[in-house]
């Protein structure tokens, strides 16, 4: 991933360079916007890559466990290596579905996802002065408050919605009382 990391990185420091605005703001903006932004393109490949392989994993084996079942050999050797192929597909499939279940990692791609997609617009809005920051002969200085408090705010809400929606535990479903 330091690859993709490394191209963003050098992608949008010259943008923060070419701002005119003082460093200890330019730090903010490095310090808190572009690593946020690059932390969070890493954490949300990662989720990806772990979504998806687990997902295969689960709908390849579940898709192999009924031919697996379907096979009769008369010969007792290729009985027996069929059934504990079976019997190791089904292993895999449960694995992977509930280690799926327990991170969320379907749910953590698309929540840094979204959130790194909203930092990046936040920035690209910021650098080339529209939007909210383009009001009025807006400079980068006279925005950058605007912009820091929104950059901070989508942390804030990535965090909120982490905790959570994508973090929370399974309860267990209440039993009702016995009699």
Excluded: C
Excluded at 19 to 36: A, G, N, T
Excluded at 49 to 58: G, H, S, V
Excluded at 63 to 86: E, K, Y
């Amino acid at each position: 991933m330091s690859g993709s990391s490394d191209w963003l990185t050098e992608s949008l420091e010259p943008l923060i360079d070419g701002i005119e605005i003082d460093e200890r703001k330019r730090d903010f903006i490095r310090r808190r916007w572009l690593e946020q932004v690059v932390w969070m393109e890493n954490k949300a490949a990662v989720a990806k890559r772990r979504y998806f392989q687990l997902r295969m994993t689960t709908v390849v084996g579940a898709v192999m466990i009924p031919a697996l079942v379907s096979l009769d050999f008369s010969n007792g050797d290729l009985d027996t290596a069929a059934r504990i192929a079976t019997w190791v597909v089904s292993l895999l499939v449960a694995v992977s579905a509930a280690v799926e279940q327990l991170f969320h990692y379907g749910a953590t791609w698309r929540n840094y996802r979204q959130t790194v997609e909203r930092l990046k617009a936040e920035g690209w809005q910021y650098f080339h002065l529209i939007g909210d920051y383009g009001v009025d002969g807006a400079t980068y200085d006279s925005a950058y408050r605007a912009f820091a408090m929104r950059v901070e705010e989508l942390i804030r809400t990535d965090v909120e919605v982490y905790l959570t929606e994508v973090a929370v535990e399974q309860e267990p479903a209440k039993q009702p009382p016995g009699p």
